[in-house]
Structures are given as structure tokens and as C-alpha cells.
């Protein structure tokens, strides 16, 4: 995750040089949301729509992609929780994968487990639009105030 994570709301954009196309549609934070095709529901929803470019040379999923998905619905989850001045960054996720996929829409669903001032505990699923369960995540971030934000 950025230490400073854009505004979801923000339309997708591709940077002007860079020649590979936009993935349509709302709410891309940086290049890596846009590239997968990240989209936002509210900060606890992200979607995915699982294209050729996802997949790997086994024909399945990449695990990098749930992975990248868990990461910004966490992200962005504990986001809507903090202060203006308060940043967040990864510390550590767990996965676990359980099924995989080849087509169709993924969905990742985040709560918050419990924040204190310095670290946040969120608890992630992915589900196929056909219902079934592909990941499950644990993962704690850390909170912090900059030293150049600190009253």
C-alpha cells in the first residue's frame, strides 16, 4: 500500500506516455488498480474482472492479483477509518488460497476487526460472482502520524 493512498472516487486515469490502454471505469488509486481493473464499491467492496492478462502460465489466476486485491480493500478499509493526519501501511497478510478461477468477476469483501492508535486488524474473503469462496485473509497495518503532522 502507499503511505498516502489517493482519493477511490477519482476517475481512472492512465498516465499520457504509458502505451497500454486503461482499464474502464471508476475509482482506480495508481497504475497497479488500473492495470488489474480495481473497482470500489465503498472501501470495504472491491471487484475485479478477470481478463487473459491475469492469468498465468498455468492457466489459472495469478495469486499476485488476489493478493494485490486482499491489500487494497484492506488498504482502503481501514482508510475510511482514520484521521486526516494518520497514514497506514502494510505490516503483514495472511492468505489463504482455497480455490481458484479462470473467468467472470471476483469480489473481496473487508472489516475492520479492531484499530487501536498504531496498528489495524482487518479479516478479508474473495468470492467468485458464482458464490464460491476463493481466499481468506488476515492482515494488520500500522497507523501512524508524520512527525511534520504531530501537534
Same mark, same amino acid.
Given at each position: 500500500?502507499?503511505?498516502?493512498?489517493?482519493?477511490?472516487?477519482?476517475?481512472?486515469?492512465?498516465?499520457?506516455?504509458?502505451?497500454?490502454?486503461?482499464?474502464?471505469?471508476?475509482?482506480?488509486?495508481?497504475?497497479?488498480?488500473?492495470?488489474?481493473?480495481?473497482?470500489?464499491?465503498?472501501?470495504? *467492496? !472491491?471487484?475485479?474482472?478477470?481478463?487473459?492478462?491475469?492469468?498465468?502460465? @498455468?492457466? $489459472? #489466476?495469478?495469486?499476485? &492479483?488476489?493478493?494485490?486485491?486482499?491489500?487494497?480493500?484492506?488498504?482502503?478499509?481501514?482508510?475510511?477509518?482514520?484521521?486526516?493526519?494518520?497514514?497506514?501501511?502494510?505490516?503483514?497478510?495472511?492468505?489463504?488460497?482455497?480455490?481458484?478461477?479462470?473467468?467472470?468477476?471476483?469480489?473481496?469483501?473487508?472489516?475492520?476487526?479492531?484499530?487501536?492508535? *498504531? !496498528?489495524?486488524?482487518?479479516?478479508?474473503?474473495?468470492?467468485?460472482?458464482? @458464490?464460491? $469462496? #476463493?481466499?481468506?485473509? &488476515?492482515?494488520?497495518?500500522?497507523?501512524?502520524?508524520?512527525?511534520?503532522?504531530?501537534?
Amino acid at each position: 500500500m502507499e503511505d498516502a493512498p489517493q482519493d477511490p472516487t477519482a476517475p481512472a486515469t492512465a498516465p499520457a506516455a504509458d502505451p497500454r490502454p486503461a482499464v474502464p471505469g471508476p475509482r482506480s488509486l495508481d497504475g497497479v488498480t488500473t492495470f488489474m481493473g480495481l473497482h470500489w464499491d465503498d472501501p470495504q *467492496t !472491491v471487484r475485479l474482472t478477470i481478463r487473459p492478462e491475469l492469468i498465468n502460465n @498455468g492457466g $489459472l #489466476l495469478s495469486g499476485v &492479483v488476489t493478493y494485490a486485491l486482499v491489500d487494497y480493500c484492506m488498504g482502503s478499509t481501514l482508510w475510511a477509518q482514520t484521521t486526516e493526519q494518520e497514514r497506514i501501511a502494510t505490516i503483514s497478510i495472511a492468505i489463504n488460497y482455497i480455490q481458484t478461477a479462470t473467468k467472470g468477476e471476483i469480489v473481496c469483501r473487508t472489516e475492520l476487526d479492531r484499530r487501536n492508535r *498504531t !496498528v489495524g486488524i482487518l479479516k478479508s474473503e474473495v468470492r467468485h460472482e458464482d @458464490g464460491r $469462496l #476463493l481466499v481468506t485473509a &488476515v492482515g494488520s497495518y500500522s497507523i501512524r502520524v508524520p512527525r511534520d503532522l504531530r501537534e
